[in-house]
């Protein structure tokens, strides 16, 4: 098993910058993938960013792509999303998850470990 611990987030003006983390814990041998997603209110989970934990290949949705970055320190098992420039349309709850499949996914059902959740909100 794994366990993914999210922190970060919180308010934050439009335009501003937050960084959210993800420590990962336990069978992290056999992660191949970190992603993060997230939740609106009312709305379906839907993909942010995806980084592969051996050469660093990233793959981000077209709607936060040159805004938000994906980066880990695999020696702490951690990864990380920095956002910035940050708008209302961000806000969300923002979920940490991992894979132990090799490809780049946006799909949900790739990620078998999900983290709680921070909640992040960015006001106009």
């Known amino acids: 098993q794994v366990q993914l611990v999210e922190s970060g987030g919180g308010l934050v003006q439009a335009g501003g910058s937050s960084r959210l983390s993800c420590a990962a814990s336990?069978?992290?041998?056999?992660?191949?993938?970190m992603g993060w997603f997230r939740q609106a209110p009312g709305k379906e989970r839907e993909f942010v960013a995806v980084?592969?934990?051996?050469?660093?290949?990233?793959h981000y949705a077209d709607s936060v792509k040159g805004r938000f970055t994906i980066s880990q320190d695999n020696a702490k098992n951690t990864v990380y999303l920095q956002m910035n420039n940050l708008a209302p349309e961000d806000t969300a709850v923002y979920y940490c998850?991992?894979?132990?499949?090799?490809?780049?996914?946006?799909?949900?059902?790739?990620?078998?470990?999900w983290g709680q959740g921070t909640q992040v909100t960015v006001s106009s």
């Open positions: 336990g069978r992290t041998f056999s992660i191949y993938t």
């Open positions: 980084i592969r934990r051996t050469g660093f290949t990233t």
């Open positions: 998850a991992a894979g132990r499949n090799y490809v780049l996914s946006s799909y949900t059902y790739e990620y078998n470990y």
